[in-house]
């Protein structure tokens, strides 16, 4: 699978270094976000754009939180099964988040203005 290009919505809380949580378009090239298993990673490049159609996916952690998270559709997501985009999820698909593993509960293509 070639992953091209992926985003999020603008208002997306990201992790960041430090414990922190930041809004995804306020984050600058060379701060530094926190991924799966607190590694850290240097943000490279930022970019910005009007995506026409999105998917919002709805998940379930194990504490039984409900959490939804605004994507493009070929925006790349970690699974127990390896890295999915956002079109290729599906009801079976179990997502690997900061929070451990999460239940996708629904998944709604939606398409803007």
Sequence with gaps: MRIVYGCLAENTKIMMQDGSEKVISSINIGETVL?????PLRVEAVTSGQERH????????????????????????????????????????????????????????????
């Design 54 to 113: 999105y998917v919002d996916i709805t998940l379930r952690n194990n504490q039984g939180e409900i959490k939804t998270v605004t994507a493009s559709l070929g925006h790349p997501f970690i699974t127990t099964t390896g890295v999915v985009i956002a079109r290729e999820l599906n009801h079976d698909s179990q997502l690997i988040t900061l929070d451990g593993e999460c239940e996708l509960i629904s998944k709604v293509q939606q398409q803007g203005n």
């Design 35 to 39: 991924s799966r298993n607190d590694q």
